[in-house]
């Protein structure tokens, strides 16, 4: 089970704010787990099993609000 207070650098695709509010089509790219890049069944465990933290996390990152007049 992922500590998500150890989780940072978390670095999202497929972003694309047509898709507002949902974002059904992003993903995690990459993230630091514990000071090291996480594997790729961890990230899995992230966007599989916590989506509210995810998606907090993808709203306080600037490049989805880039097209909104707000």
Known sequence: MLDL????????SGV????????????VESAMYKDRE??????KELQDKH??????????TEPWMKGFDL
């Open 5 to 12: 207070d150890k989780i940072s650098d978390i670095v999202f």
């Open 16 to 27: 694309d704010n047509g898709d507002y509010p949902d974002y059904s089509d992003s993903f």
């Open 38 to 43: 996480m594997k790729e069944d961890e990230i």
């Open 51 to 60: 989506h509210e933290y995810m998606w907090n996390k993808l709203m306080d």
